[in-house]
């Protein structure tokens, strides 16, 4: 079993940066695909970033260009740094560990989430 642990929201201006970093619990971090997804308020979950095969990565038009997704399998770490952050992109965002393809179906992990707001 995996626990994820966000940290790093908070309040943030307009045009201002956040990084988020999400720590994994486990020896087999380096078997699953991670990703960051958020949920504004009132909206339904959505996806910012992901690994897909190996290091290559995929990110929601949305933030492309803005974001971007990183792991250290060293310190079963994955971070998502944001960049010329704007009002919309006030969520709560989500580290997910996705280790069905490598290690069977139950093996899918959400974080508690944590709070980012951009306002000025």
């Known amino acids: 079993q995996v626990q994820l642990a966000e940290s790093g929201g908070g309040l943030v201006q307009p045009g201002g940066s956040l990084r988020l970093s999400c720590a994994a619990s486990?020896?087999?971090?380096?078997?699953?695909?991670m990703a960051w997804y958020r949920q504004p308020p009132g909206r339904q979950r959505e996806l910012v970033a992901t690994?897909?095969?190996?290091?290559?990565?995929f990110y929601a038009n949305s933030v492309r260009g803005r974001f971007t997704i990183s792991r250290d399998n060293t310190k079963n770490a994955v971070y998502l740094q944001m960049n010329s952050l704007k009002p919309e992109d006030t969520a709560v965002y989500y580290c997910?560990?996705?280790?069905?393809?490598?290690?069977?179906?139950?093996?899918?992990?959400w974080g508690q989430g944590t709070q980012v707001t951009v306002s000025s």
């Open positions: 997910n560990a996705d280790g069905r393809i490598v290690l069977g179906p139950g093996y899918y992990y």
């Open positions: 486990g020896s087999t971090f380096s078997a699953y695909i």
């Open positions: 690994f897909t095969s190996g290091d290559s990565t």
